[in-house]
C-alpha cells in the first residue's frame, strides 16, 4: 500500500508542479474545473445522491456556475464569493461540533450536502484561478499554497503519530489529534516565513502579514478534511473514490486545498499583501 502511494505521488507531482508553474491561466482554470468536477461526482455519492442522471445533472449546474463566474468576471465578483466561503466554513466548523446533524439519509439531508458541495467548489475554483492569474507571481504562489497544504498534511501526520494525545473529533475522525494540528500549522507557518525572507525577499512587515494569512489557511484546510471526513462516516464509505491508485479519490487529496484556497485568498487580501 505504501509503495503504491509513493508511485502514485511520484507521478502526480511532478505533473502538478509542471500545470502549476507552466499553464497559463484559461488552460489552469480549465484543468482545475475538471479536476473539482471529477471531485463533485465523489460529492455527490458521499451525499448519496441516487443514481447517474442525478449526479451528471449535479455536475452540469457546477459547471455552469463555473461558467457564470467567469462570465461576470472573476474580479468583479470576487469578494462577494470569497465572503460566502468564509461564512460557509465557519458553518461546517459549527457543523463538525454536531456530527449528527444531516446524518440521515432523507432528500433534505441529500439537498443540505448538495448546497455544500456547491459551497465548496466554486470559491475553490475562483480563488485558485484568482492566485494563478496574478501578475507574474501567481503560479508561483499557488505552488507555495499547494505545498503549504502538503506540509499542514504532512506535520499533523507524523506529529499526531508520534506525539498524539489528545483527540481532536473522535466521532468524526478518530485518529486526528491536536498535537497533530499543532505540528501541522507549525509546518506550514515555518515554511511561509522561510519562503518569504528567501524567496519572495519580503520585509519583516510583509513577512508577518504572510505568516498570518497562511495560519488562517491552515487552520481551515483541518476543517475542509474533517468535513469530508465527517460525510464518509455518514454516508458509511470508506474513501471519496479510487481514482489515485494507494490515495482513494479526488476529494481525499484535496479535501484541505478547497477549504485553504478561498481563506488563503480573503486573508491574503484582507491584509493588503
Known amino acids: 500500500m505504501l509503495r503504491t502511494r509513493l508511485i502514485s505521488a ?5 505533473l502538478v508542479v509542471y500545470g502549476v508553474l507552466y499553464l497559463s491561466t484559461d488552460m489552469f482554470l480549465l484543468i482545475l474545473a475538471a479536476i473539482l468536477l471529477a471531485g463533485m461526482w465523489e ?12 449526479r451528471i445533472a449535479y455536475l452540469v449546474v457546477i459547471a455552469g456556475l463555473f461558467w457564470l463566474c467567469h462570465a461576470a468576471g472573476l474580479e468583479a465578483i470576487a469578494w462577494p464569493v470569497l465572503l460566502v466561503a468564509c461564512v460557509w466554513w465557519l458553518c461546517a466548523l459549527i457543523w463538525l461540533t454536531r456530527p449528527r446533524l444531516c446524518a440521515g439519509q432523507s432528500p433534505a439531508c441529500t439537498a443540505v450536502k448538495l448546497v455544500a458541495g456547491i459551497l465548496v467548489a466554486v470559491p475553490a475554483w475562483l480563488a485558485l484561478t484568482l492566485i494563478h492569474g496574478a501578475a507574474d507571481d501567481g503560479p508561483r504562489l ?20 508520534y506525539l498524539g494525545r489528545h483527540k481532536l473529533a473522535p466521532v468524526v475522525s478518530p485518529g486526528k489529534t491536536w498535537e497533530g494540528v499543532y505540528g501541522g500549522l507549525l509546518a506550514s507557518v515555518l515554511f511561509a516565513a522561510a519562503i518569504a525572507w528567501l524567496l519572495l525577499d519580503a520585509a519583516l512587515p510583509w513577512t508577518a ?31 471519496s473514490g479510487s481514482i489515485i491508485p494507494g490515495h482513494g479519490g479526488i476529494f481525499d487529496r484535496i479535501d484541505s486545498l478547497v477549504a485553504a484556497a478561498p481563506l488563503f485568498l480573503s486573508a491574503y487580501r484582507w491584509l493588503e499583501l
Do not use: E, N
Not at 460529492?43 to 442525478?54: D, I, S, V
Not at 495560519?215 to 474513501?239: C, E, N, P, T, Y
Open 10 to 14: 511520484a507521478i502526480m507531482i511532478p
Open 142 to 161: 499557488v505552488l507555495i499554497l499547494l505545498v503549504m497544504v502538503w506540509l499542514a498534511d504532512s506535520g499533523a501526520y507524523f506529529a499526531g503519530r
Open 209 to 239: 502579514k504572510f505568516m498570518l494569512a497562511t495560519l488562517v489557511a491552515m487552520m481551515f484546510s483541518v476543517v475542509g478534511d474533517l468535513l469530508v471526513s465527517l460525510l464518509k462516516r455518514q454516508s458509511g464509505i470508506k474513501d
Open 43 to 54: 460529492w455527490g455519492r458521499l451525499a448519496l445522491l441516487p443514481g447517474t442522471p442525478a
